[in-house]
């Protein structure tokens, strides 16, 4: 049974930095695709950043050059590095991963609050 377990979210000013990270067991963490989403009060969940098995990543326009996520493979860990955060940001962080057949698996979630 595959399990994802995010943490370091938290409360945080505007302008500040956080780091997120998502361990997984159950699965061969290297052979998979590798998501963020999260999902604000009231809103859709949306996706924030994806990283492929071979590292290739990808980001929604409202975090470019502030998020960046990364994978340690050794680990069975997923980054989410987010700097000069904004109220907008506040949300449930939610990790994804996606294995080569594409059956998906979500994490729990993990709260991160902005204050401006």
């Known amino acids: 049974q595959v399990q994802l377990v995010e943490s370091g979210g938290g409360l945080v000013q505007a302008g500040g930095s956080l780091r997120l990270s998502c361990v997984a067991s159950?699965?061969?963490?290297?052979?998979?695709?590798m998501c963020w989403y999260r999902q604000a009060p009231g809103k859709k969940r949306e996706v924030v950043a994806s990283?492929?098995?071979?590292?290739?990543?990808n980001y929604a326009d409202s975090v470019k050059g502030r998020f960046t996520i990364s994978r340690d493979n050794a680990r069975s860990t997923v980054y989410l590095q987010m700097i000069d955060l904004k109220p907008e940001d506040t949300a449930v962080y939610y990790c994804?991963?996606?294995?080569?057949?594409?059956?998906?698996?979500w994490g729990q979630g993990t709260q991160v609050t902005v204050s401006s």
């Open positions: 159950g699965t061969i963490f290297s052979l998979n695709a």
């Open positions: 994804y991963s996606v294995r080569p057949s594409l059956r998906g698996d």
């Open positions: 990283i492929t098995s071979g590292g290739s990543t």
